[in-house]
């Protein structure tokens, strides 16, 4: 089992519309999480992090967090075509260091 | 602030060629990472350096080799590049376990 799964994609939806994206882990020890955005031929730049199990908001993007199933989800309301990116999942471990472990990245097509 | 910056940008190399990409930061983090990025395979880490004067492998770290120089500065070298070494590199910086902040990225390509 991969540590960290995410659906490739692409999910496209249309503008103004709410996009899921979701992402499971292996590692029940897993403390922090965080969802970056990579825009194509670009560095991955964080947008939210989660640490304590429910919903956290900030601005038009929710992170939601559920320890006991093992998934991240975020939310992006009133999505924009310049929403349109790879969403790239992360978390560190639990064990005696905290690197970071990314998934794969889902590819999200806002169509205008 | 310039946050962390990479050279070079792009590179092409011949197999059996070597080679030292340089990263530096200067948001006083303590912690630095390397990570190559190939199609479908997500980011994967290197090497990292959590403190000044300590490395450690990551989960990819055959074939290269790591320089924590200084608090700001952390290379990576390639003694005898291989095709399989074509990907992009990029570097990272952070407070330890949390958010990393990524420099540019060097497009590598190995002929």
């Known amino acids: 089992q991969k540590e960290v799964e995410q659906n490739s994609g692409p999910l496209s939806v249309p503008e103004g519309a709410i996009a899921s994206l979701n992402c499971t882990y292996s590692?029940?020890?897993?403390?922090?999480f965080f969802w970056y955005r990579q825009y194509s031929g670009k560095s991955p730049e964080l947008i939210m992090f989660?640490?304590?199990?429910g919903d956290k908001e900030d601005g038009r993007f929710t992170a939601q967090l559920n320890k006991a199933s093992q998934y991240v989800s975020l939310l992006i309301r009133d999505s924009q075509p310049s929403d349109s990116a790879t969403y790239l999942c992360?978390?560190?471990?639990?064990?005696?260091?905290?690197?970071?472990?990314f998934g794969t990245g889902t590819k999200l097509q806002v169509i205008p | 602030n310039a946050g962390v910056t990479q050279t070079p940008k792009f590179q092409v190399l011949k197999t059996g060629q070597s080679m030292t990409l340089q990263c530096a930061q200067d948001?006083?983090?303590?912690?630095m990472y390397w990570y190559r990025q190939d199609p479908g395979m997500g980011l994967r880490l290197i090497y990292y350096?959590?403190?000044?004067?300590?490395?450690d492998k990551g989960e990819v770290p055959n074939g290269y080799n790591v320089s924590r120089l200084n608090k700001r500065e952390f290379s990576l070298r390639l003694e005898s590049a291989a095709p399989s070494q074509t990907s992009v590199y990029f570097c990272?910086?952070?407070?330890?376990?949390?958010?990393?902040?990524f420099g540019p990225g060097t497009r590598l390509t190995v002929l």
């Open positions: 590692d029940r020890g897993s403390q922090s």
């Open positions: 992360a978390f560190t471990y639990s064990g005696g260091y905290q690197k970071v472990t």
């Open positions: 948001m006083n983090h303590n912690s």
């Open positions: 989660i640490y304590s199990n």
């Open positions: 350096s959590a403190s000044e004067g300590t490395t």
């Open positions: 990272a910086s952070s407070t330890w376990g949390n958010e990393q902040f």
